[in-house]
């Protein structure tokens, strides 16, 4: 009660923050008079000279008032569109490093220009990150019309870019990408041989865009560059046999953690079935050291039967296994599961298996983000992940007000006693809005679902769009057409579709379809027809109250309910919002639905009646809260655990940039060279010791084995007065001598290349099999808390011996690797142009046609006299003839070869 009258008398701390920018809002309106009358030059011009002042040292903060009025009259002029001053407050929250929640059809593409604008005057790198390559290629090229007009540049970075193409797209001041391919490419870059070959130029400012989306729902899953291992395709495809013939009682299945494993019975039964196919060897059990990789992979073929639905979590298309991303509902084209569960799902369904695959770098996208000097985020729901992000990435998240009040109408949850009975209840609301003209999006959570609800229209006589995975080319027109009078679309997910429904339907499509189907039409009169028709439909849809969005189903996160809403609505419009629950739905059912049952069946609820209540609200949203806060805890328990890595990754990966950037690539050969030296010394030659307890013998077959060298260390050893140090000292001026006659003869030049290269590779090798460590590390590392131990301390202290070892092994085998380079003799050089030489002829006779193949072609015509063995009778064949000899080869290759 207090509570609620201290927020009516001084506002909430959201109010406080909204009101706290308006003044400078006032500032950027003051301006917007002198940016009008610049003409389209001095726009140009008003941004080189804010680009001096913040090179010259100006804060952006100052700037900031001349830059976005500078920046909404370069909008106005480019696309027509005058930011409304709820837009500039969203971009003054986002350059100030907050998450700017707005709701769906407040113009987010249109805010990011403004703080983009405003950082990219520094000259450092502006990224604005989408959810999929078809935004970041529309957004680049629609906001890039502003860019332009203020005299800035834009690019487009997408998969399978050329890598010209790629540099030119990060060299641009605003640069839009998707999340993966940032992360990807960032990791690409670290595997670069040259500072030339990368494409990223640093990390200043970032904002995302659908920020719930990428920095939360995406978070779970790490970036992988892998390259394959060895082929197991008999073995995935053996255990897939045996799972069939599980009972219930041989495994468990918990969905609310989304695991299955195997009961002590399903272990014996696994264990007779693996005995009698010979995967597992006579006398060796589940149990044994030596099972662990069947294990592995039969626990992940129990998880692909049991966890994994066909038209749920994936879907099968042209003899491949494509994932289907939950929340958006789109397909995850090239995206794979690791830890062999992909090949797994691959053995199931019967497709082709692709080998697994070896990790050669990862990075997860919270640790991603966090490299950029700056963040800031858009979406229209954040409000419930607020925590999350303030924790992880320091965001805080800003509600800002819409342009017009929102008009739409929630209305209670519908629950239902059994799923029969809410779909008879979902076909009677549809009839009953499509029957007065209501345009109607119907959310469902998974394809298998839509494609029912699909079929069920279809018998009811109903006409329908169904928007999912498998209409994912269609997706554009499917969405533009959803806001027509009576209009029905069933939609999977609608997160992050990056478009708006709009009543009546879209303009622009309708022109452009017109315009197909009539190429010869005049486009002018066309749009003026189309324009009145559009007029009278949206006022039809007005009149039936606007966009009705009818969910089948709560999900998980209250963030995709909520998304779901928000596309009705939009800037003002009416509009209305209702779901249908059963308690056998998944959430009702793994997450408490007896007591509601119980509650229900004392009720005495007739069939087909439903339970509409404000408490069932609030206690779904409780679950909702529930199963968010348990993915908030996963995903800051993987965070943790990346913490460790990324510390790691960032010492590794400055080391390699370091190693390409420096022309002193010998200090660092030497450095690593001298370091081993006293690690073999300190090994075979203990600190306070005495000379006869020393290991001479040993030192001296690790010197050849290491340095390449053979040193009289016994005679030294013998010497009067030579210690430890002195043995040290003696070894490296002897190595010093012999790697700087290397360089002699190599050249000072090309030993720099050599030596740059060695480490490089070295770094990368070392690297790949770290990461394979850890992985191994990370997934055995549980089990210590059965011990009493804390396994993220164990994981700590292990991966940190980890990275000592890395680096002990990457000093030797650098070292190793440059004592045993030497120039090429004279002879040896010979040998190796003769091989080539013999391997091109090989290449060459290959595909040149045999014997028999030349006799079925044209008869050549010879001189008289030609005699086909003695090549004097010959003539003068031209260098590309046939040769006379009748080989099939050609006179240059053959008789005539120089």
């Given at each position: 009660?207090?509570?609620?009258?201290?927020?009516?008398?001084?506002?909430?701390?959201?109010?406080?923050?909204?009101?706290?920018?308006?003044?400078?809002?006032?500032?950027?309106?003051?301006?917007?008079?002198?940016?009008?009358?610049?003409?389209?030059?001095?726009?140009?011009?008003?941004?080189?000279?804010?680009?001096?002042?913040?090179?010259?040292?100006?804060?952006?903060?100052?700037?900031?008032?001349?830059?976005?009025?500078?920046?909404?009259?370069?909008?106005?002029?480019?696309?027509?569109?005058?930011?409304?001053?709820?837009?500039?407050?969203?971009?003054?929250?986002?350059?100030?490093?907050?998450?700017?929640?707005?709701?769906?059809?407040?113009?987010?593409?249109?805010?990011?220009?403004?703080?983009?604008?405003?950082?990219?005057?520094?000259?450092?790198?502006?990224?604005?990150?989408?959810?999929?390559?078809?935004?970041?290629?529309?957004?680049?090229?629609?906001?890039?019309?502003?860019?332009?007009?203020?005299?800035?540049?834009?690019?487009?970075?997408?998969?399978?870019?050329?890598?010209?193409?790629?540099?030119?797209?990060?060299?641009?001041?605003?640069?839009?990408?998707?999340?993966?391919?940032?992360?990807?490419?960032?990791?690409?870059?670290?595997?670069?041989?040259?500072?030339?070959?990368?494409?990223?130029?640093?990390?200043?400012?970032?904002?995302?865009?659908?920020?719930?989306?990428?920095?939360?729902?995406?978070?779970?899953?790490?970036?992988?560059?892998?390259?394959?291992?060895?082929?197991?395709?008999?073995?995935?495809?053996?255990?897939?046999?045996?799972?069939?013939?599980?009972?219930?009682?041989?495994?468990?299945?918990?969905?609310?953690?989304?695991?299955?494993?195997?009961?002590?019975?399903?272990?014996?039964?696994?264990?007779?079935?693996?005995?009698?196919?010979?995967?597992?060897?006579?006398?060796?059990?589940?149990?044994?050291?030596?099972?662990?990789?069947?294990?592995?992979?039969?626990?992940?073929?129990?998880?692909?039967?049991?966890?994994?639905?066909?038209?749920?979590?994936?879907?099968?298309?042209?003899?491949?296994?494509?994932?289907?991303?939950?929340?958006?509902?789109?397909?995850?084209?090239?995206?794979?599961?690791?830890?062999?569960?992909?090949?797994?799902?691959?053995?199931?369904?019967?497709?082709?298996?692709?080998?697994?695959?070896?990790?050669?770098?990862?990075?997860?996208?919270?640790?991603?983000?966090?490299?950029?000097?700056?963040?800031?985020?858009?979406?229209?729901?954040?409000?419930?992940?607020?925590?999350?992000?303030?924790?992880?990435?320091?965001?805080?998240?800003?509600?800002?007000?819409?342009?017009?009040?929102?008009?739409?109408?929630?209305?209670?949850?519908?629950?239902?006693?059994?799923?029969?009975?809410?779909?008879?209840?979902?076909?009677?609301?549809?009839?009953?809005?499509?029957?007065?003209?209501?345009?109607?999006?119907?959310?469902?959570?998974?394809?298998?679902?839509?494609?029912?609800?699909?079929?069920?229209?279809?018998?009811?006589?109903?006409?329908?769009?169904?928007?999912?995975?498998?209409?994912?080319?269609?997706?554009?027109?499917?969405?533009?057409?959803?806001?027509?009078?009576?209009?029905?679309?069933?939609?999977?997910?609608?997160?992050?579709?990056?478009?708006d429904i709009q009543l009546g339907g879209n303009v622009e499509m309708k022109v452009m379809e017109a315009l197909r189907a009539d190429p010869e039409a005049h486009p002018d009169q066309l749009r003026e027809r189309i324009e009145a028709e559009h007029a009278s439909d949206k006022q039809n849809v007005l009149d039936s109250g606007g966009l009705f969005v009818l969910a089948t189903e709560r999900h998980e996160s209250r963030r995709i309910d909520n998304q779901l809403r928000g596309r009705s609505g939009r800037q003002g419009d009416p509009g209305r919002s209702l779901f249908f629950l059963s308690l056998e739905d998944d959430l009702m059912r793994i997450f408490g639905s007896e007591r509601l049952d119980s509650v229900l069946s004392k009720l005495g609820m007739k069939e087909g009646e439903a339970i509409i209540h404000p408490w069932v609200n609030k206690s779904l949203e409780r679950a909702q809260a529930k199963v968010e806060g348990r993915n908030f805890d996963i995903r800051k328990q993987l965070l943790k655990f990346d913490d460790v890595m990324n510390d790691q990754r960032k010492a590794v990966f400055g080391q390699r940039r370091e190693i390409m950037e420096t022309d002193e690539v010998e200090e660092i050969a030497a450095d690593m060279r001298h370091q081993l030296i006293d690690d073999l010394v300190e090994e075979y030659l203990p600190a306070k010791s005495y000379a006869d307890q020393w290991d001479v013998d040993g030192l001296t077959k690790a010197t050849r084995e290491k340095l390449n060298m053979n040193l009289p260390i016994a005679e030294w050893a013998d010497e009067e007065g030579v210690d430890q140090e002195a043995m040290a000292e003696r070894i490296e001026q002897a190595t010093d001598t012999y790697m700087a006659e290397k360089t002699a003869a190599f050249g000072p030049e090309n030993m720099r290349q050599i030596e740059k290269q060695v480490l490089l590779q070295m770094i990368d090798g070392k690297w790949r099999e770290h990461l394979v460590t850890l992985e191994h590390l990370r997934s055995v590392v549980g089990f210590r808390g059965y011990a009493q131990r804390d396994p993220l301390s164990e994981y700590k202290t292990e991966a940190f011996q980890l990275f000592e070892t890395l680096l002990d092994g990457l000093r030797g085998d650098v070292t190793q690797r440059l004592a045993q380079i030497r120039p090429l003799t004279d002879e040896e050089r010979q040998d190796m142009l003769r091989q080539m030489a013999e391997q091109q002829r090989a290449t060459q006779e290959s595909a040149t046609p045999s014997h028999e193949e030349a006799e079925g072609g044209e008869a050549t015509a010879h001189a008289p006299g030609f005699v086909e063995s003695d090549p004097t009778t010959w003539g003068n064949p031209g260098r590309n003839d046939a040769c006379p000899c009748g080989s099939g080869k050609k006179f240059k290759h053959c008789h005539g070869a120089l």
């Amino acid at each position: 009660m207090i509570g609620n009258l201290a927020k009516m008398v001084f506002g909430t701390p959201n109010d406080r923050k909204v009101k706290s920018v308006r003044p400078l809002v006032a500032r950027v309106n003051a301006l917007e008079d002198e940016a009008k009358a610049r003409t389209d030059d001095q726009l140009i011009e008003a941004t080189r000279a804010l680009q001096a002042r913040a090179k010259g040292g100006e804060s952006l903060d100052a700037l900031l008032p001349e830059a976005f009025a500078n920046c909404r009259e370069g909008a106005r002029r480019a696309l027509g569109l005058r930011a409304f001053d709820v837009q500039l407050m969203g971009g003054i929250f986002l350059h100030q490093g907050n998450i700017a929640e707005m709701k769906t059809g407040e113009g987010k593409t249109l805010v990011a220009t403004f703080p983009a604008y405003l950082n990219a005057l520094t000259g450092k790198p502006v990224h604005v990150v989408t959810v999929n390559d078809y935004l970041a290629k529309r957004d680049a090229e629609w906001m890039g019309k502003v860019f332009a007009q203020l005299g800035m540049t834009t690019g487009a970075v997408y998969p399978y870019q050329p890598e010209a193409e790629k540099r030119a797209a990060y060299q641009a001041d605003v640069t839009y990408s998707t999340n993966n391919e940032l992360g990807f490419d960032y990791l690409r870059d670290n595997m670069k041989g040259s500072i030339e070959e990368m494409v990223q130029r640093g990390h200043y400012f970032a904002i995302v865009d659908e920020v719930d989306s990428i920095l939360i729902d995406e978070a779970r899953t790490p970036l992988i560059i892998s390259g394959p291992s060895q082929d197991r395709s008999e073995l995935y495809r053996t255990l897939d046999g045996f799972i069939p013939k599980l009972s219930a009682e041989d495994f468990k299945l918990d969905e609310k953690t989304r695991n299955a494993t195997f009961t002590e019975e399903g272990n014996e039964r696994m264990e007779q079935l693996l005995t009698a196919a010979r995967i597992l060897p006579e006398g060796q059990t589940l149990y044994d050291p030596e099972s662990t990789t069947i294990v592995h992979h039969a626990n992940q073929a129990l998880r692909a039967h049991k966890l994994f639905q066909k038209d749920q979590q994936y879907i099968v298309r042209d003899d491949e296994i494509v994932l289907i991303d939950e929340f958006t509902g789109r397909m995850m084209k090239g995206r794979r599961l690791s830890d062999g569960l992909h090949q797994a799902i691959e053995a199931k369904e019967g497709v082709s298996i692709q080998p697994e695959n070896v990790t050669l770098a990862s990075v997860t996208f919270q640790n991603y983000f966090r490299l950029y000097d700056r963040l800031g985020g858009m979406t229209g729901t954040a409000a419930t992940e607020a925590e999350e992000f303030a924790e992880i990435y320091k965001l805080g998240v800003v509600e800002i007000p819409t342009n017009r009040p929102v008009q739409r109408i929630d209305e209670h949850d519908r629950v239902y006693r059994t799923a029969g009975e809410k779909y008879a209840a979902v076909i009677e609301a549809i009839q009953e809005g499509h029957a007065k003209g209501q345009p109607i999006l119907v959310g469902t959570t998974s394809i298998e679902k839509s494609e029912m609800l699909s079929q069920m229209l279809t018998q009811a006589g109903i006409a329908h769009n169904v928007l999912n995975a498998r209409q994912h080319e269609a997706e554009a027109q499917i969405v533009a057409d959803a806001g027509k009078p009576g209009a029905v679309t069933i939609a999977t997910n609608m997160a992050g579709r990056g478009t708006d429904i709009q009543l009546g339907g879209n303009v622009e499509m309708k022109v452009m379809e017109a315009l197909r189907a009539d190429p010869e039409a005049h486009p002018d009169q066309l749009r003026e027809r189309i324009e009145a028709e559009h007029a009278s439909d949206k006022q039809n849809v007005l009149d039936s109250g606007g966009l009705f969005v009818l969910a089948t189903e709560r999900h998980e996160s209250r963030r995709i309910d909520n998304q779901l809403r928000g596309r009705s609505g939009r800037q003002g419009d009416p509009g209305r919002s209702l779901f249908f629950l059963s308690l056998e739905d998944d959430l009702m059912r793994i997450f408490g639905s007896e007591r509601l049952d119980s509650v229900l069946s004392k009720l005495g609820m007739k069939e087909g009646e439903a339970i509409i209540h404000p408490w069932v609200n609030k206690s779904l949203e409780r679950a909702q809260a529930k199963v968010e806060g348990r993915n908030f805890d996963i995903r800051k328990q993987l965070l943790k655990f990346d913490d460790v890595m990324n510390d790691q990754r960032k010492a590794v990966f400055g080391q390699r940039r370091e190693i390409m950037e420096t022309d002193e690539v010998e200090e660092i050969a030497a450095d690593m060279r001298h370091q081993l030296i006293d690690d073999l010394v300190e090994e075979y030659l203990p600190a306070k010791s005495y000379a006869d307890q020393w290991d001479v013998d040993g030192l001296t077959k690790a010197t050849r084995e290491k340095l390449n060298m053979n040193l009289p260390i016994a005679e030294w050893a013998d010497e009067e007065g030579v210690d430890q140090e002195a043995m040290a000292e003696r070894i490296e001026q002897a190595t010093d001598t012999y790697m700087a006659e290397k360089t002699a003869a190599f050249g000072p030049e090309n030993m720099r290349q050599i030596e740059k290269q060695v480490l490089l590779q070295m770094i990368d090798g070392k690297w790949r099999e770290h990461l394979v460590t850890l992985e191994h590390l990370r997934s055995v590392v549980g089990f210590r808390g059965y011990a009493q131990r804390d396994p993220l301390s164990e994981y700590k202290t292990e991966a940190f011996q980890l990275f000592e070892t890395l680096l002990d092994g990457l000093r030797g085998d650098v070292t190793q690797r440059l004592a045993q380079i030497r120039p090429l003799t004279d002879e040896e050089r010979q040998d190796m142009l003769r091989q080539m030489a013999e391997q091109q002829r090989a290449t060459q006779e290959s595909a040149t046609p045999s014997h028999e193949e030349a006799e079925g072609g044209e008869a050549t015509a010879h001189a008289p006299g030609f005699v086909e063995s003695d090549p004097t009778t010959w003539g003068n064949p031209g260098r590309n003839d046939a040769c006379p000899c009748g080989s099939g080869k050609k006179f240059k290759h053959c008789h005539g070869a120089l």
